[in-house]
């Protein structure tokens, strides 16, 4: 994966736990965000989530709603529950405004409608990390 120096304007930097089931899309969006400075460890289920998570541990969590084994419901409640200030974007292929509008209800800090470009991701990505460095 590409190392961008800690200097490099361009560099984003910021640690993520990837939490999809589909390996060819986990393995792209690890390969677009690690291109753009991002650490990320890429999980396939709600169950190996939750083991990678530690509170302070990732600056934000791209969670998948539907898996097999626990819902990505399930694993924001529990992840929200041992870290309240976590930042966790969730992602669906149902892309209806109820599951969007509950995830949020719940603490979800955005929802990404798939299927979503690499600009859409990094875009909110971005606002999330600015918001808490304003120095960014």
Do not use: W
Not at 114 to 121: R, Y
Request: aromatic share 6%.
């Amino acid at each position: 994966s590409a190392h961008i120096s800690p200097d490099d304007p361009d560099a984003r930097g910021g640690t993520i736990l990837l939490v999809e089931d589909e390996r060819a899309l986990r393995e792209i969006v690890a390969e677009i965000l690690s291109s753009q400075g991002y650490t990320v460890t890429g999980v396939a289920d709600g169950d190996a989530a939750l083991a990678a998570f530690a509170p302070g541990a990732f600056d934000i969590v791209l969670l998948d709603l539907t898996m097999p084994g626990l819902s990505g419901r399930e694993v924001l409640e529990r992840i929200l529950q041992r870290d309240p200030d976590q930042d966790v974007v969730v992602t669906s292929g149902y892309s209806n405004e109820g599951a969007a509008n509950d995830v949020l209800a719940l603490g979800a800090r955005a929802f990404l409608a798939k299927p979503f470009g690499a600009s859409d991701v990094l875009r909110c990505f971005d606002k999330l990390l600015r918001r808490r460095d304003p120095s960014r």
